[in-house]
C-alpha cells in the first residue's frame, strides 16, 4: 500500500490560500460549477460527461443562471481538453460568475491538481463551491497524546499540527508530605498510597475516553517528576491498547499546560518528522548559524534577494505573515536554484520571534557572499 506523505509547508500555503479565495465567491443561484476528478480517472469520460450536462442546463429557466452554467462548464471542458490525461492525484475544477454586479457576467476557471490523491468524483452546480474534498487535505493525519502527572496533579493534552490541546486536568487530593497531628506515619502512608493509586485510575479511564478511540493517534508522550510517571504506568491501569502507544516518557518538573510545552521540547527526538518540531528546528538552525557562523546566514529582503540571485541560498525561511506575493516570489526565487524552502507560521515563540527580528525573510547560505 502507498504511503500518503503529509504536504508540505509551500503545498499547504498554496491550498488554504485556494480554499480561501473560492469560499469568498457566493453564486446568486446554483450557478457555481464544481467538478472532481479522482486519481487514475479518465479524463475523456469526464470531458463526455459534461458535454452532456451542457445539453442538460439547456433546460434551467432563469436565463442568467442558465448562460453562467452553460459557460462555466464550457470553460472547463475547454481546460480539461488541454490535458493528456488525468494528473496523478486528480483534479479539481471550478468555475463560475464571479462578478459583484446584478447582469454582469464575469466567468472565471480554476484547475487545482491536489498534493494528495482526490477519491471523490463529483458535478455540482450550487450557490457555492464544494470545497471539503480539498479541506480534508489540510488535517494533520498524526496527533500525539500528552500527559504531564505528579501526585497532586495531572494534565492531558494533545499536539495536532502546531497546536496544543489542554484536554482535561485532574487533582489527586494526596496530602503533602506534612501529615496531620496525631497520624501514625503507617496510616498515612496508606491513606496517600490509596489516594494516589485512584488518582491513577481516574486519569487512566480519561485517557481511555479520549485516546481508545482517536484514529489519527500516532504516540503518547508522558512526563512527570521520578518516580511518578514511572508508578502510573506500572500501577494506573491504563489499558494495553494504550500502553503499546507510549513512545515518549521524560523527566518533567511541571504537570500544567507549561508541562505539556516542555514534554514537547523534551520529546523532540521521538517526534522529530511532526510539523511543529520541524518548524522549530529549523527556525533554531538559523538563529546558531546566525550566532556561530553570521557570513552564512543573511535577512531582510534585499540581502536575501541578492543572495539567491547568486545562487547562495541552501535553506529559505518566509514567514507567513508576509503578503501571498511576496511568499510567491521569494519561493520561486528560491525553488530556480534549488534551495530548501520553508514557510515559517507565527504559531509557534520561534516563528514570532524570526518574524521580528528578520521582517519575515532570511536564508543560510551554501557560501559566503561578501
Known amino acids: 500500500m502507498e504511503v500518503v506523505k503529509e504536504i508540505t509547508p509551500k503545498q499547504r500555503q498554496e491550498l488554504e490560500e485556494l480554499i480561501g479565495k473560492l469560499e469568498k465567491i457566493k453564486g446568486r443561484h446554483t450557478e457555481l460549477v464544481t467538478v472532481m476528478i479522482p ?13 452532456a450536462e451542457c445539453s442538460t442546463a439547456e433546460n434551467i429557466k432563469s436565463k442568467s443562471t442558465r448562460t453562467a452554467v452553460i459557460d462555466s462548464i464550457a470553460m472547463i471542458i475547454r481546460e480539461l481538453k488541454k490535458l493528456k490525461q488525468t494528473p496523478k492525484n486528480g483534479l479539481a475544477a471550478f468555475a463560475g460568475n464571479v462578478s459583484e454586479k446584478e447582469g454582469v457576467q464575469d466567468i472565471q476557471c480554476w484547475l487545482y491538481e491536489p498534493p494528495k490523491p482526490l477519491n471523490v468524483r463529483l458535478y455540482r452546480c450550487d450557490q457555492k463551491f ?12 498524526e496527533v500525539y497524546g500528552l500527559l504531564v502527572i505528579d501526585r497532586q ?3 492531558i493534552g494533545l499536539l495536532e499540527g502546531k497546536n496544543i490541546q489542554v484536554l482535561r486536568k485532574l487533582t489527586s487530593g494526596v496530602p503533602s508530605k506534612i501529615r496531620a497531628g496525631g497520624q501514625s506515619a503507617a496510616r498515612f502512608e496508606r491513606l496517600t498510597e490509596s489516594l494516589a ?14 485516546f481508545f478511540d482517536m484514529p489519527k493517534l500516532k504516540g503518547i508522550l508522558i512526563g512527570g517528576p521520578v518516580p511518578t510517571k514511572d508508578e502510573f504506568l506500572e500501577e494506573g491501569e491504563l489499558v494495553t491498547k494504550l500502553k503499546e502507544k507510549v513512545i515518549a ?11 505539556l510545552k516542555l514534554l514537547i521540547e523534551a520529546s523532540q527526538e521521538e517526534i522529530s518528522n ?3 518540531i520541524k518548524e522549530k528546528n529549523i527556525v533554531n538552525k538559523f538563529f546558531e548559524t546566525l550566532g556561530k557562523h553570521k557570513e552564512k546566514t543573511v535577512y ?22 508576509l503578503k ?6 521569494f519561493t520561486s526565487l528560491g525553488e530556480n536554484i534549488g534551495s530548501e524552502v520553508y514557510i515559517i507560521s507565527t504559531e509557534s515563540p520561534e516563528g514570532e520571534q524570526f518574524y521580528n527580528l528578520t521582517k519575515g525573510i532570511g536564508a543560510i547560505l551554501r557560501f559566503q557572499i561578501e
Open 274 to 276: 511532526q510539523e511543529l
Open 39 to 51: 486519481a487514475g480517472y479518465n479524463i475523456s469520460a469526464v470531458v463526455r460527461q459534461l458535454e
Open 249 to 259: 516518557i521524560k523527566d518533567i518538573g511541571y504537570a500544567d499546560e507549561h508541562g
Open 300 to 321: 531582510g529582503e534585499e540581502k536575501t534577494r541578492l543572495a539567491l540571485e547568486r545562487g547562495a541560498v541552501q535553506i529559505l525561511l518566509i514567514s507567513k505573515k
Open 324 to 329: 501571498k506575493e511576496k511568499i510567491d516570489e
Open 153 to 155: 496533579e495531572a494534565t
Open 130 to 141: 464544494i470545497l471539503d474534498p480539498l479541506k480534508e487535505m489540510l488535517q494533520v493525519n
Open 197 to 210: 493509586k485512584e488518582f491513577f485510575r481516574r486519569i487512566a479511564d480519561a485517557m481511555k475516553e479520549i
